[in-house]
């Protein structure tokens, strides 16, 4: 029973799978449906967290809309995102990011990665 139920994750996951990490900024392409047509909405922002494995991980990204913060999961392989663009790399050393929920403005910033 184990393997079967394996078999069919294993089909259910995509083949490219987009590298990025904590505390990079994305750009996460989902699909949106209204009514009978679909569009693409861009949500951009920051990732807070990555959790899971297999088909069931996801991913937290958080912006700041109009003094609003805005957080949003999603799942890594579903068939709703379309993409994910990495804008820019962060430098963190935690794997969650919850202090960014407490902070506005220039502190809830993380600094870019140079390689």
Do not use: C
């Not at 069919?8 to 009514?35: A, H, M, R, S």
């Not at 700041?64 to 994910?84: A, D, I, Y």
């Amino acid at each position: 029973m184990n393997d079967i139920i394996k078999a069919i994750e294993q089909e259910q996951l995509k083949q490219e799978v987009p590298q990025f990490n904590v505390g990079d900024t994305v750009k996460v392409y989902g699909k949106i449906k209204e009514g009978a047509r679909e569009r693409i909405q861009i949500f951009e922002g920051t990732v807070l967290k990555k959790q899971g494995g297999g088909n069931r991980a996801t991913f937290t990204v958080r912006k700041s809309t109009g003094g609003v913060g805005v957080e949003k999961t999603w799942p890594l392989h579903s068939p709703n995102v379309e993409r994910v663009e990495v804008i820019r790399r962060g430098k963190v050393r935690r794997a969650k990011l919850y202090y960014l929920r407490d902070r506005i403005g220039k502190k809830a910033k993380v600094k870019e990665l140079m390689r």
